[in-house]
């Protein structure tokens, strides 16, 4: 959850006013200020991502082994923030499981599973155009169901994703990704928590 209504604090009288329109400036664009939300930080990843990230504080962070993917975990297990910086796909045709930052690419990867097949099932995508700190980017959303779930009603998830293209076709790109459920409250807080993380990426200059 996203805790950062400060209303409460100010008594009612004549500066009410000026203290709700600046609570919803603070809302449409919590990073206008001098840092990041209430219980969120910025981490520097120059080593991984060359760049910075915003997370909540409380999550912990995760390194994998070849050094292009480090991401955060809920402690309640509810939502997963992941960070890549990697080289695009070189060969279309190869098994490497890297779809790379085409989203028509990435669309047909989900379709057909995922990692290996066996990630997600009924996987249903769209994405559209975007732009990060000027560079060439585009917004995924895809909701499915994990692989292989039991029951007659499934619990399906949702992937927010903004995979930012480097300078040249060539060049490593970016993928941020937030896991969170498909439905309800829980749905909304992770699109605000992808809103933060997206807003918060500051990519170093090349």
Do not use: C
Request: net charge negative; no cysteine.
């Amino acid at each position: 959850m996203l805790h950062r209504n400060r209303a409460a604090q100010f008594a009612l009288g004549g500066g009410a006013l000026a203290v709700v329109v600046a609570l919803v400036l603070v809302l449409l664009n919590p990073f206008a200020g001098d840092g990041p939300p209430e219980n969120w930080q910025i981490r520097p990843e120059n080593e991984v991502l060359s760049a910075d990230v915003a997370v909540p504080e409380e999550y912990k962070r995760v390194q994998d082994d070849n050094g292009e993917l480090v991401w955060y975990a809920d402690p309640s297990g509810v939502f997963e923030i992941a960070f890549w910086h990697r080289a695009p796909k070189s060969d279309p045709d190869s098994m490497d499981e890297n779809p790379g930052v085409d989203p028509a690419a990435r669309r047909a990867y989900y379709e057909k599973g995922g990692a290996s097949t066996t990630q997600m099932e009924e996987a249903s995508v769209t994405y559209k155009d975007a732009t990060h700190q000027g560079r060439k980017a585009v917004e995924m959303t895809t909701d499915f169901i994990p692989y292989a779930s039991s029951g007659d009603d499934p619990v399906r998830y949702r992937l927010r994703e903004l995979l930012i293209q480097g300078e040249k076709k060539s060049d490593p790109y970016w993928h941020v990704r937030v896991r969170m459920p498909a439905k309800g409250e829980a749905a909304k807080d992770g699109d605000a928590i992808f809103a933060e993380v997206t807003e918060g990426l500051k990519i170093h200059a090349s």
